[in-house]
């Protein structure tokens, strides 16, 4: 087995449940990379905000951000594929009418998002979004500039609310639910899976020399992309029976003990 890429999410996968980095992942993607194989990590977060967590080593990766719909190597944009403003307009009108339902929306810069007060929303979306800002009429931002992706909150039930309200996006909008908190609004086809497929093109290389990690419904397409795919210990069943493999959880460090094991590293 030859592998040239592992691209890995972040929440519930990479990250502990502490949303920490693993000790000697830095280490590890080095060696990777000392012996041609590239890392990306793969997910919903912004691109800003995976490139601030990775410090020293930030240069050195692919990020998969934005569920695929921004892709860099570096801190060269490689894609970015703008959803048409119309249907940016109607999720932000349709949010309007949803008690305890917010969002934000992915540009280039970084994220935005209509000024507020909601405490919970507020802390979650600093979390995933290093570069943000607030405007005064979310709706009159999106009809000038171009968006990637509409991440939308419900504090605790994304499932049980978000997807239920936003089931007539279905046929005009790519919809991943990304945790219990937020359903993501994307173009059509868009998908981690799609971006590595890019990806594959861009390096030259075929879906079986890449490997992947995922632990929830939006890693699906994710894992169904590459020809040795992980699901976590911890991970949504649905996703574990798309998985070649299941790994040990995020909180036991199993991506990096996996990848330890499979090209023969030692721990530092």
């Not at 080593?57 to 860099?72: F, K, P, R, T």
């Amino acid at each position: 087995m030859s592998i040239k890429l592992i691209a890995a999410d972040m929440d519930g996968t990479l990250l502990d449940s502490n949303k920490q980095l693993p000790d000697g992942l830095f280490p590890l993607i080095r060696a990777l990379r000392a012996r041609g194989v590239r890392f990306a990590p793969a997910s919903g977060r912004q691109y800003y905000t995976l490139y601030e967590q990775f410090g020293a080593i930030a240069d050195e990766l692919i990020y998969i951000s934005e569920n695929g719909a921004m892709v860099c190597d570096g801190s060269e944009i490689v894609s970015f594929e703008a959803m048409p403003a119309e249907e940016v307009c109607r999720a932000v009108e349709t949010v309007r009418q949803l008690p305890g339902v917010y969002t934000v929306v992915s540009a280039r810069d970084g994220g935005v998002y209509e000024n507020g007060d909601d405490p919970a929303f507020v802390k979650n979306m600093k979390m995933y979004c290093a570069r943000h800002k607030g405007v005064p009429d979310l709706l009159e931002y999106v009809r000038h500039e171009p968006v990637c992706k509409v991440a939308l909150f419900c504090e605790g039930r994304a499932e049980q609310v978000l997807l239920p309200a936003f089931a007539s996006f279905a046929d005009s909008s790519q919809i991943a639910l990304s945790g219990a908190d937020w359903v993501d609004l994307m173009r059509p086809g868009m998908s981690k899976g799609r971006a590595v497929s890019a990806l594959c093109a861009r390096l030259g290389i075929t879906p079986a020399e890449c490997m992947a990690f995922g632990d929830y419904l939006n890693d699906l397409e994710l894992l169904q992309a590459v020809g040795e795919p992980y699901c976590m210990a911890n991970g949504h069943e649905t996703l574990k029976a798309a998985a070649k493999y299941i790994c040990p959880s995020n909180d036991e460090d199993g991506v990096c003990r996996t990848i330890r094991a499979v090209f023969g590293i030692d721990k530092p």
